[in-house]
């Protein structure tokens, strides 16, 4: 079974600044997709970014970037000139890339992150 | 609406009470999920439901959980004979049917239980 580890509980930045989160995962299977989930204290999760693991180049969107190892299986999170407005919970995600999933995404616990003013 | 609807959106209880949390779906989206999201926990798979398929019930943590989905879109997850170690967000999620590789969920805000 794939399982997805964050093992930063809570991480803290200024706001300007940059931050990294972390996260491996561990699978079997060469097929997949990695995700970054934002949850902000509406609860409502929204996605952040997506990378497919049969791609070579790190996924970008906008301030946010990703680190994606795929020998070592991991796959962080850069955020950078951080805003006030990025704190909140972030999860990272796997989707086997077989069907068989239902396209199911298996989660991590999370990183609560907070932005200094 | 144009986001996945849920309700309540929060939800006291007294233990051994019976509880529904409704999803209202995005209009179109086929694929539905439920989470459940524990205290300093992920989320929790619960079920699934595509169409007119039977649901993936593998998540369901006993018999007390059931889940439904009339009409391929509105769904309501029930809790039978709560109990305490019961509270916790539930999450609703969707996606249309041509996501199944892009991975995108839509999610709703979830609905907070508390089982006294």
């Known amino acids: 079974a794939q399982t997805v580890t964050q093992s930063q509980p809570e991480m803290s930045v200024q706001e300007a600044e940059t931050v990294t989160l972390s996260c491996t995962y561990d699978t079997s299977e060469s097929d997949y997709y990695l995700f970054w989930y934002k949850q902000p204290p509406s609860r409502q999760m929204i996605l952040v970014i997506r990378?497919?693991?049969?791609?070579?180049q790190n996924a970008t969107e906008n301030r946010f970037s990703v680190n994606f190892q795929k020998a070592a299986k991991s796959f962080s999170l850069k955020i950078s000139d951080s805003q006030l407005g990025d704190a909140a919970m972030y999860f990272c995600a796997y989707r086997s890339g077989y069907g068989g999933s239902q396209g199911n995404l298996i989660f991590g616990k999370g990183t609560k992150l907070s932005v200094k003013p | 609406g144009a986001g996945v609807s849920q309700s309540p959106s929060n939800k006291v209880t007294e233990k051994g009470k019976d509880v529904e949390l409704r999803c209202d779906p995005i209009s179109g989206h086929t694929a539905l999920y439920w989470y459940r999201q524990s205290l300093g926990q992920g989320l929790e798979f619960l079920i699934y439901f595509q169409g007119n398929s039977a649901p993936d019930k593998s998540g369901l943590p006993s018999d007390r959980f059931s889940a439904e989905r009339t009409g391929g879109s509105v769904s309501t997850l029930t809790i039978q004979r709560t109990q305490q170690e019961d509270s916790a967000v539930y999450l609703c999620a969707s996606r249309t049917a041509g996501a199944l590789y892009t991975g995108e969920l839509f999610f709703g805000e979830g609905s907070r239980l508390t089982v006294l």
């Open positions: 990378q497919e693991a049969y791609k070579q």
